[in-house]
C-alpha cells in the first residue's frame, strides 16, 4: 500500500541531501521535486508501496507519462532522477536494489542549437541607444554574454569581485555551484568599462549593490528583465527567429568552433560537465572540415 505521508517525509529529506550533500542548485531542486511528485501521483494511484517498486513500475510510469506528450528528453530526466533517489534509498539502506539502475533512456535525436549569423550579432549588440543609461548596460551584457557564452543566470549573478579587466577573464559560480575561469576579449573590456564609468552609479540611484548589472530601479536586473532585453533588441534590429539569451551562448560556442577552436576548450569555457553535451555544436564544423579537405586532399581537385 501507499503510504502518503512516509512518501513526503522521504522526499523531504532527499531534498535536503540535495541540497546539502550535492549542492544542487535551487531550480535543479525544483525539477527534481516536480519528477518525484509525479511518481507520487502514479504510486499512489497504483497503490504501490515507494519502497516495493520494481523496474517494471517505473517503465509502467515513464509509459504513462509519455502518454500525455512527454518529449525522449523529459522522459530520459525522470529516468534520471527515480534512479538518483532510489540510489540515495538504498545508500540509506531503505531499498536493497535501485529499481531504476538497468533501465535504458529512450532514444533521441539531438536538437541543433538555434544560433545567430555574425551579422546578426553584431547588429545585436550595436541595438542598444547608447544615450541612455539602460542603453549603456545593455550593450555591455550583450557584447559580454557573446564573449564569453555566460548563461543568463551567471550574467545577472555576476559580482564585482569576479572580474579581473586587467587580466581579461571572470570567475564564474556554474550549475551545480561549480567555479570556472572564463576570458573575455578587449571589445567587451571596453564596454564593461565604459558601463562602469558612465551608467552604472546612475543606475545605481544612491544604492549600494555588488551586483554588476543594475535595473532601472538601482536593483539587481532579473531573469526576466534581461530576457525582454534582449528579445527587444532582437525585434528592433529584425531578427526574424524568436531571440533567447541563450541563443548568445550558442552563437558564441558555434562561432569558436567554425574559427577553429577545440571542443575541449569550448567545453571548459562553457562550463559542460561532459563534453558529450559540448558536441552538439560539431554540426557547424561540416563546411569547414570540407573546405580543409579539399584544399589540402592531393586527389581532391581532379576530374572524375
Known amino acids: 500500500m501507499f503510504n502518503k505521508n512516509e512518501y513526503r517525509a522521504e522526499l523531504n529529506r532527499y531534498r535536503v541531501f540535495l541540497d546539502i550533500e550535492k549542492g544542487l542548485s535551487g531550480n535543479t531542486l525544483s525539477s527534481y521535486t516536480g519528477e518525484l511528485e509525479k511518481f507520487e501521483k502514479f504510486l499512489e494511484k497504483e497503490g504501490i508501496d515507494y519502497l516495493n517498486v520494481t523496474e517494471e513500475d517505473i517503465m509502467e510510469f515513464v509509459k ?5 506528450g512527454q518529449s525522449a528528453s523529459t522522459q530520459s530526466h525522470m529516468i534520471s532522477v527515480l534512479r538518483s533517489f532510489y540510489k540515495y534509498l538504498v545508500i540509506d539502506e531503505k531499498v536493497e536494489a535501485n529499481p531504476a539502475s538497468s533501465i535504458s533512456f529512450p532514444k533521441k535525436w539531438k536538437s541543433i542549437p538555434k544560433y545567430l549569423s555574425k551579422s546578426e550579432v553584431v547588429d545585436l549588440i550595436n541595438a542598444p541607444d547608447m544615450e541612455k543609461n539602460t542603453g549603456i548596460r545593455d550593450r555591455a551584457i550583450l557584447e559580454l554574454m557573446y564573449a564569453s557564452g555566460l548563461r543568463i543566470s551567471e550574467t545577472i549573478s555576476l559580482k564585482f569581485e569576479n572580474i579581473f579587466l ?32 558612465h551608467a552604472r552609479l546612475k543606475l545605481l540611484k544612491e544604492k549600494t549593490s555588488d551586483i554588476l548589472f543594475i535595473n532601472k530601479n538601482g536593483g539587481p536586473l532579473s531573469r526576466q528583465g534581461l530576457w525582454k532585453v534582449v528579445r527587444g533588441y532582437g525585434v528592433k534590429v529584425g531578427i526574424s527567429k524568436t531571440l533567447t539569451p541563450h541563443m548568445l551562448r550558442h552563437s558564441f560556442a558555434t562561432h569558436l568552433l567554425e574559427q577553429g577552436a577545440d571542443l575541449r576548450s569550448i567545453q571548459m569555457m562553457l562550463g559542460h560537465s561532459n ?8 554540426f557547424v564544423a561540416k563546411d569547414r572540415v570540407k573546405k580543409i579537405y579539399d584544399k589540402l586532399h592531393p586527389r581532391s581537385d581532379e576530374e572524375n
Not at 559560480?173 to 567555479?179: A, R, Y
Open 166 to 197: 586587467e587580466d581579461n577573464f571572470l570567475r564564474v559560480m556554474g550549475k551545480g555551484n561549480k567555479e570556472r575561469i572564463v576570458p573575455f576579449n578587449n571589445k567587451a573590456k571596453e564596454e564593461l568599462v565604459f558601463y562602469l564609468n
Open 275 to 282: 563534453i558529450s553535451t559540448t558536441e552538439i555544436y560539431t
Open 64 to 68: 504513462v507519462e509519455s502518454r500525455k
